[in-house]
């Protein structure tokens, strides 16, 4: 299997090994599974370090308690392979250090285990978009490109990164080489929708996108994203009402939420607007009333200013306010010269003072976007939002007078 080559001499019970496996490739597709076939391994074997230190990383990438696993990873180390300790040792020097230093870490390990997919996970949450663009992550694939040529996922996922760094041509043939072996390979077929989008195929794009949908029906955050997409592709033929069908498509009770579908629906809410549609703006609008307490956290600059964008359509001035307050009190310097400014847009808008939204968004540096991390699709559909809220179209666009009483 595939994606057992790492844990090619691991003395872990086969059943184990296959759990691993299985969670592995799930997570390869974009589907959930990952951390319930990892806890299930540990069940079946608890001796499995790898699984262990499988469980204590996607704690690390995903706040939540490291300890507990990592602790189990290093008391079993000394019966693992030797590829399974590094993978272990790997996990405990990243605790220690910041994401900068993570990714240096993976780097350095995947030269000697190119095959470690959990190491490649790892290296490629480390990249941080916002201050260093797409190269770090390309060099990180193509570093491990060579142990990967039989197979789909890195490719696709390469795929993705090359043409967000604007070389469409070799990201369309990997993303077409990924999914002619793997038609549901998610990363490639997101690759396909930056390239219809850098080369303006928006309506073959969104065509092409829909039809991957309805065939492979991705979950959460993978459904919500190329959905997305197809909403883009569809307001760039000038189709708003397509656009705001199609994420109506994706909400749930618990939308909007992180890490699924809050960007999405945020960006695509204030750009259906726009174009004259304000049926999905209306239904989030209504999801953000119910509970506007939930996005009052400040997760990565790109969530916490989709928070703003989402709180500013709904009026929600106070949860504004603390949700400013909470941004203010982090050290890192892109909330503080991006995402504050980008917050003080939204509490006028919420307060509706056209001039003092006039002013805020000049207040916001003209290249500051692109510190904000996520695509280039994702940071033009917020510059989108700020010309949105200078011409007053969220406003006029949710008054009670257009329909919009939640």
């Not at 080559?5 to 296959?18: I, V």
């Amino acid at each position: 299997m595939f994606e057992l080559r790492h844990l090619s001499a691991s003395r872990a019970r086969p059943t184990a090994r296959e759990l691993v496996g299985r969670g592995l490739r799930q997570e390869m597709l974009m589907r959930p599974g990952l951390r319930e076939s990892l806890a299930a391994a540990v069940a079946d074997d608890p001796s499995f370090g790898y699984a262990h230190a499988g469980l204590a990383l996607l704690d690390l990438l995903l706040g939540g308690p490291v300890e507990p696993h990592l602790a189990a990873a290093r008391s079993h180390a000394g019966t693992a392979s030797e590829p399974e300790q590094a993978t272990i040792a790997l996990v405990s020097r990243c605790v220690r250090v910041p994401a900068a230093q993570r990714l240096v870490e993976a780097r350095a390990h995947l030269a000697r285990y190119p095959s470690d997919l959990l190491a490649i996970i790892l290296g490629l949450a480390s990249v941080d978009r916002g201050e260093t663009g797409p190269r770090p992550a390309i060099d990180l694939l193509d570093l491990v490109l060579p142990a990967h040529q039989a197979h789909w996922w890195v490719p696709g996922v390469l795929a993705t990164w090359l043409a967000e760094a604007g070389q469409v041509r070799p990201a369309w043939r990997l993303a077409e080489r990924a999914l002619a072996a793997e038609p549901g390979a998610w990363h490639a077929a997101h690759a396909f929708a930056h390239v219809a989008y850098a080369t303006d195929e928006h309506r073959q794009g969104a065509d092409w996108l829909d039809r991957w949908i309805g065939e492979h029906r991705p979950e959460g955050y993978a459904l919500a994203h190329v959905t997305w997409h197809v909403a883009v592709g569809r307001l760039a033929t000038g189709d708003g009402t397509a656009a705001s069908r199609a994420l109506l498509g994706v909400l749930t009770p618990a939308s909007p939420e992180f890490g699924v579908d809050a960007v999405e629906l945020a960006t695509a809410s204030w750009l259906c607007l726009g174009a004259g549609d304000a049926t999905l703006a209306h239904r989030v609008r209504a999801a953000v009333r119910r509970d506007p307490a939930r996005l009052v956290a400040v997760g990565s600059p790109l969530s916490a200013t989709a928070a703003g964008l989402l709180l500013a359509a709904a009026g929600q001035v106070a949860e504004l306010d603390e949700l400013t307050r909470l941004t203010g009190q982090r050290r890192e310097p892109v909330y503080r010269q991006v995402v504050l400014p980008m917050l003080a847009v939204c509490a006028e808008l919420a307060v509706g003072d056209r001039d003092a939204v006039s002013h805020a968004v000049d207040l916001v540096e003209p290249d500051a976007l692109a510190r904000l991390g996520g695509s280039g699709a994702e940071r033009d559909a917020f510059e989108h939002c700020l010309l949105l809220a200078l011409r007053g179209a969220v406003t006029r666009g949710l008054s009670p007078a257009d329909g919009g009483t939640g």
